[in-house]
């Protein structure tokens, strides 16, 4: 019992002497990486992968290894995105490792239609697959907790790059959207909003077809008045967008007659007011020109037959027909189908 007593103590010495041996070595060394180098581990990863990974980017390997059992690394690794830079030992990316001690990534959210695109695209930015994202943002459940319904959920995201950790869960980042919601609705853009009469959603929904109807900034607050001035004649929409929408033909050039009878709650030709949610994510430009929109008296608008992205506007049905008439013959004269 005493042999066995003596063997564990000076087994126990020398495991400590070899760590702190080897503690020591790297800390004197202090250069296992000899370059930044973005690390991404993934949830779905196992150890093996992670050191496949890890290994041709640093220095003083075998010390790596030997750590890392030490403190027993290969079970109790986080997944996560690290940011491995130059100076770093070894001890610091074991242990980086080990804690979970993240760099958040960019994440951009912008230029989608609907939640599937909206899923892949977050899908390519965050550790998480695209089916996983959908299913969250279609959860009735999910929706309701954060004030909305599984329809106008999408309204809820606002056009920008946030900073998230990559292995944030699809879950977490509808509730930090939700916060993101709340913080553009600051005090002085949500007292616009109430002084035009529309709700949140109402605004989102108007932004995403004037955002769709043009990208030219400094238009947007006239077509915005345009569809104001409808909305409180009760005079239908008619925006083509909202057809392609009800379609789901976004690659349509040319809305022709039967094409107005889709029958759906989107297609504004057939309904009167808007849609029951955005039909694209709008650009802050354009929720901002919803916000200030022009008051005119316009009632019509429609492209301009020199394709330059602007609009010719109109006050009577007769002044909107020639100028249809004339980008009609421009479209034909170019054989635009």
């Not at 063997?7 to 800390?27: H, I, K, R, W």
């Not at 370059?35 to 790596?64: C, G, N, Q, W």
């Not at 959860?139 to 920008?160: E, H, K, N, Q, Y």
Request: net charge positive; charged share 25%.
């Amino acid at each position: 019992m005493r042999r066995k007593r003596i063997f564990y103590l000076a087994a126990t010495l020398l495991a400590a002497m070899v760590a702190a041996f080897v503690a020591g070595f790297v800390q004197f060394k202090g250069d296992a990486v000899p370059e930044e180098f973005e690390l991404y581990v993934s949830s779905k990863s196992d150890y093996a992968r992670l050191t496949d990974s890890l290994m041709p980017h640093i220095r003083h390997r075998a010390a790596f290894d030997l750590y890392a059992e030490r403190i027993d690394l290969p079970t109790t690794y986080k997944p996560g995105h690290y940011l491995l830079r130059p100076g770093m030992n070894v001890i610091e990316i074991a242990r980086m490792l080990k804690l979970g001690l993240q760099t958040p990534v960019r994440v951009t959210i912008n230029n989608v239609r609907i939640p599937t695109q909206l899923a892949g695209k977050l899908a390519r930015q965050i550790d998480a697959d695209s089916t996983a994202i959908l299913r969250a943002l279609t959860s009735d459940s999910l929706a309701r907790a954060v004030g909305f319904d599984s329809v106008t959920l999408f309204s809820m995201f606002i056009p920008d790059t946030y900073e998230f950790y990559w292995t944030v869960s699809p879950e977490e980042m509808v509730h930090r959207m939700k916060r993101e919601y709340d913080r553009f609705w600051a005090e002085e853009r949500d007292a616009k909003r109430k002084r035009s009469g529309l709700s949140r959603l109402e605004v989102m929904t108007l932004a995403s077809i004037v955002y769709e109807e043009t990208r030219k900034t400094d238009e947007m607050p006239r077509i915005a008045g345009v569809y104001i001035n409808r909305l409180r004649k009760g005079i239908p929409l008619q925006a083509d967008p909202t057809v392609k929408y009800a379609m789901q033909d976004f690659g349509l050039r040319r809305i022709l007659y039967r094409h107005l009878k889709t029958p759906s709650p989107y297609n504004t030709y057939v309904n009167k007011g808007l849609p029951p949610s955005p039909i694209c994510m709008p650009g802050r430009n354009a929720i901002d020109a919803v916000l200030d929109f022009e008051r005119h008296d316009y009632i019509f608008f429609c492209a301009r037959p020199t394709f330059d992205g602007y609009h010719n506007f109109a006050r009577t049905l007769a002044e909107h027909n020639a100028n249809a008439r004339a980008y009609s013959a421009e479209l034909n004269r170019r054989k635009i189908k």
